[in-house]
């Protein structure tokens, strides 16, 4: 038999996974409510946040997903409880992979599902408490040459572009070196677990 290509760890979350919603917790009142993804394409995403003066005291999430999202938001989950909401919205995907001891390089953008949701569900809560906008996701360079960001390709697929050439045309990206294409090509498929194709 082929070598099991999930470590330990991520087992141990899949199969036992930590602070998930339950049928009959439809009365966990949450401060903060973030879903993300989209069923059509399998990835679906819900987080629920109770906090207090800013911190995380509690979370429950559920998933339409794959043993790495479950795995990684299950990671997620026990990694936020107890932290200021500002150190919860600045976790990222590749924080969670380490912490799981890895995960198949194919199945990396499942981590992100319970990263988006998160931020989501802080949003959600300061917009309830009148502080919307209060933090910024941090943009990654993507073309050195033209300075374009994981943020503007991202806004790019929600505007419509599904290929490297629908980028290419709405960003102008890869126009000069074009190294940056496979990473653009990453992350176009990423965004269509996130978003899902309408």
Request: aromatic residues 6%.
């Amino acid at each position: 038999m082929a070598d099991w290509l999930y470590s330990d760890i991520v087992k141990d979350h899949f199969m036992n996974p930590r602070n998930v919603l339950m049928e009959d917790e439809s009365t966990f009142a949450a401060d903060g409510r973030g879903e993300t993804g989209n069923i059509k394409c399998g990835d679906q995403m819900l987080v629920l946040l109770k906090i207090k003066d800013d911190v995380i005291t509690d979370v429950r999430w559920k998933t339409y997903g794959c043993a790495s999202a479950i795995a990684s938001t299950s990671m997620l989950s026990e990694t936020i409880k107890g932290m200021t909401i500002e150190d919860a919205y600045n976790v990222k995907p590749e924080d969670l992979v380490d912490k799981l001891g890895g995960l198949p390089n194919n199945k990396i953008h499942c981590s992100v599902l319970g990263d988006k949701a998160l931020r989501a569900a802080i949003d959600d809560y300061l917009n309830k408490t009148g502080r919307s906008g209060l933090f910024k996701e941090e943009a990654t360079v993507v073309c050195e040459c033209l300075g374009i960001t994981d943020k503007d390709l991202e806004e790019a697929y929600k505007n419509g572009a599904r290929t490297w050439e629908d980028l290419q045309q709405a960003t102008k990206i890869g126009t000069v070196c074009g190294k940056c294409k496979g990473k653009s090509l990453e992350l176009l498929h990423e965004f269509s677990h996130i978003y899902g194709d309408d």
